[in-house]
């Protein structure tokens, strides 16, 4: 008979902060909670650990079933497990962050989510839970990781121009970057290629567009 111990447990769930750009804003998916308890709220999508899987396979299962969105870039950000967290039980979550391009979303609401939304980060309603903090310390993550990593280019689309990567970066950090120093930058990482195209922005003359080289794998910068 396989042991069994009695101290008492602790339930564990993922909950998942999941970015990308819209209307030329970091926007973050929120759920419309259909049960108790916060019945009616905005949340991040997430939900109970199976036993018979792992934190990142809950937290994939998760987004599928609560908003049909699959395929992103999923990355642990941090536990979160005051005793008072949940109203339900004793609750650790560990929570994730995740990064897809705008162009690739199919929203669909499920299982115990009633709507599935996207939210400017500056528009955002109050939080269930302790919701607020996981998303501050996500947009925290973010906003440092882009500062020595490529991640920021797991949220671009299929092809972009060096002006909307910058913008990008821009919104992650809150910060004014200067244009030179950053096309030098990035096209010295060889992480992005021009694809042969160009989109006309403005009165101005075309711009390039780019593509990312690999998606697969985010690289530190050193």
Do not use: C
Not at 24 to 49: H, M
Not at 53 to 68: I, Y
């Amino acid at each position: 008979m396989p042991y069994t111990y009695q101290h008492p447990h602790a339930a564990v769930t993922v909950d998942i902060t999941v970015f990308t750009v819209r209307n030329d804003e970091l926007n973050v998916l929120l759920i419309k909670r259909a049960d108790e308890p916060y019945q009616g709220e905005w949340a991040l999508p997430g939900g109970f650990v199976h036993m018979d899987e792992s934190l990142e396979q809950a937290a994939e299962r998760e987004l599928v079933e609560e908003t049909g969105v699959s395929g992103v870039y999923l990355e642990q950000l941090y536990s979160f497990g005051d005793p008072g967290r949940d109203p339900r039980e004793r609750v650790v979550t560990i929570a994730y962050y995740a990064l897809i391009p705008s162009d690739t979303v199919e929203l669909r609401a499920a299982t115990d989510a009633e709507g599935v939304a996207w939210f400017g980060v500056d528009k955002l309603p109050d939080l269930a839970f302790d919701h607020d903090d996981i998303l501050e310390m996500a947009m925290e993550r973010l906003a440092a990781k882009v500062e020595y990593s490529t991640i920021a280019l797991q949220l671009m689309p299929k092809a972009f121009t060096l002006t909307e990567l910058q913008h990008l970066y821009e919104l992650a950090t809150r910060q004014p970057i200067d244009k030179r120093n950053f096309r030098k930058r990035i096209l010295a990482l060889d992480v992005i290629e021009p694809t042969g195209e160009e989109k006309r922005e403005g009165p101005h003359r075309p711009a390039k567009l780019y593509r990312v080289i690999d998606r697969s794998k985010v690289d530190v910068i050193k």
